[in-house]
């Protein structure tokens, strides 16, 4: 008989930078959605923060300034939970047997990889950089959690946490045979005996990919050397509006339909950021818009983005006035996901045999 894992949510944001509009509609406020009919775990994933560059000055508060922003976006830290990852040792304990599990090849086909230490001598990078999809792995199936929402780029780091989750399955499946603690799922045409479950990627949407404000093909980051190519959750309206107006565009008016953005990537990032803020479709917005020009579709965004994103920076900068409250979330947090977690490491060492 086959059966399902129980949905879980589980997703993670990096203490790094500032959080920009590209988190914010990629990750985020997909993350508040998915509370209302979920059970989620959502966590700063500060052992991830090391892997590109090992000493920060300030991790603490760019810790609390992830769980602030969560919970100014409206993510319920009582009925879900909210935590950093240190605080869950069992995320590195995983990670060490999904390391031994996945293969170095896997790793270094990885294009995030590729792209921070390709041109670069090995040396250059940590060995954490390279192992980082296995911690990510970790991180989701120490739950057992079944989505994860993230934006594009996380893509293929999920495909793989979905092939190291396959290859435990089939490596161990004797002894998970021998545990009790398997479901019989269907992967593809074939059926498995799995303990892990194959986690599904939760991307769609208008803005899964938010691209710079100066180059409608580069993704918008926190480490793009211009400001003006973000949009910062704690920007204020005015430099928000400043942002947007210098956004790059093109000489055409908007086209009516979806079809008509192809071969214009400032115009489809403009309307895909108006469709996720307004939490419509492309469509939708150019049925308002086709046929205008930016000099009209541009003011329209900037009173819609400011709408949307003024209370959730006051808020956070409300909640991080009072340290003490965000820290308390975090802690408790943290308490319910080790709980939590220990239950699948226990499982964990039994099926792969250690003694305890
Ligand atoms: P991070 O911290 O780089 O980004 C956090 C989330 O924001 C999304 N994102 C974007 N979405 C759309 N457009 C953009 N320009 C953009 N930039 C960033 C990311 O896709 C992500 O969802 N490895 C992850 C963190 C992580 C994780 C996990 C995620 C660690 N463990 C387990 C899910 C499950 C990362 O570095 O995200």
């Known amino acids: 008989m086959t059966?399902?894992?129980?949905?879980?949510?589980?997703?993670?944001?990096?203490?790094?930078?500032?959080?920009?509009?590209?988190?914010?509609?990629?990750?985020?406020?997909?993350?508040?959605?998915?509370?209302q009919d979920n059970d989620?775990?959502?966590?700063?994933?500060?052992?991830?923060?090391?892997?590109?560059?090992?000493?920060?000055?300030?991790?603490?508060?760019?810790?609390?300034?992830?769980?602030?922003?969560?919970?100014?976006?409206?993510?319920?830290?009582?009925?879900?939970?909210?935590?950093?990852?240190?605080?869950?040792?069992?995320?590195?304990?995983?990670?060490?047997v999904f390391n031994c599990v996945a293969r170095i090849g896997w790793m270094e086909r990885m294009t995030q990889f590729k792209d921070k230490a390709g041109g670069r001598n090995a040396e250059q990078v940590s060995l954490g950089l390279l192992a980082y999809?296995?911690?990510?792995?970790?991180?989701?199936?120490?739950?057992r959690a079944t989505h994860v929402p993230v934006g594009d780029d996380q893509k293929q780091h999920l495909e793989l946490a979905r092939d190291i989750a396959q290859k435990f399955n089939i490596d161990f499946k004797e002894h998970i045979r021998a545990t009790g603690k398997g479901i019989d799922i269907v992967v593809g045409e074939e059926p498995v005996h799995a303990y892990f479950p194959m986690i599904e990627?939760?991307?769609?949407?208008?803005?899964?990919?938010?691209?710079?404000?100066?180059?409608?093909?580069?993704?918008?980051?926190?480490?793009?050397?211009?400001?003006?190519?973000?949009?910062?959750?704690?920007?204020?309206?005015?430099?928000v509006a400043k942002k947007i107006r210098k956004a790059k565009t093109d000489p055409d008016a908007l086209p009516s339909e979806v079809e008509g953005?192809?071969?214009?990537?400032?115009?489809?990032?403009?309307?895909?950021?108006?469709?996720?803020?307004?939490?419509k479709t492309k469509a939708d917005v150019l049925a308002d818009f086709g046929g205008r020009q930016f000099s009209v579709f541009k003011p329209a965004l900037v009173e819609l983005a400011v709408e949307v994103l003024a209370p959730v920076g006051a808020e956070m900068r409300r909640l991080l006035g009072d340290t003490s409250?965000?820290?308390?979330?975090?802690?408790?947090?943290?308490?319910?996901?080790?709980?939590?977690?220990?239950?699948?490491?226990?499982e964990v060492r039994d099926i792969v045999g250690f003694l305890r």
């Open 201 to 239: 990627p939760l991307i769609g949407g208008p803005a899964p990919r938010v691209m710079s404000l100066r180059d409608g093909t580069k993704k918008m980051s926190k480490s793009d050397a211009s400001d003006l190519s973000r949009i910062n959750l704690l920007d204020d309206a005015d430099t």
């Open 40 to 96: 989620c775990i959502y966590c700063v994933v500060d052992l991830h923060a090391i892997t590109a560059q090992l000493v920060h000055d300030d991790m603490r508060s760019q810790i609390r300034s992830i769980a602030a922003a969560f919970i100014a976006s409206g993510i319920d830290p009582r009925k879900h939970i909210v935590f950093n990852q240190s605080a869950v040792p069992q995320h590195a304990e995983l990670a060490w």
């Open 261 to 279: 953005l192809k071969g214009r990537p400032e115009a489809d990032n403009l309307v895909g950021i108006y469709a996720a803020l307004a939490d």
């Open 133 to 143: 999809p296995s911690l990510m792995a970790a991180d989701i199936l120490v739950y």
């Open 3 to 35: 059966g399902t894992f129980k949905p879980l949510v589980f997703s993670g944001v990096q203490p790094t930078g500032n959080l920009h509009l590209g988190n914010y509609l990629g990750a985020i406020r997909k993350f508040v959605a998915l509370q």
């Open 325 to 346: 409250h965000i820290d308390a979330i975090l802690r408790d947090g943290g308490e319910r996901a080790r709980a939590r977690a220990e239950v699948t490491m226990n």
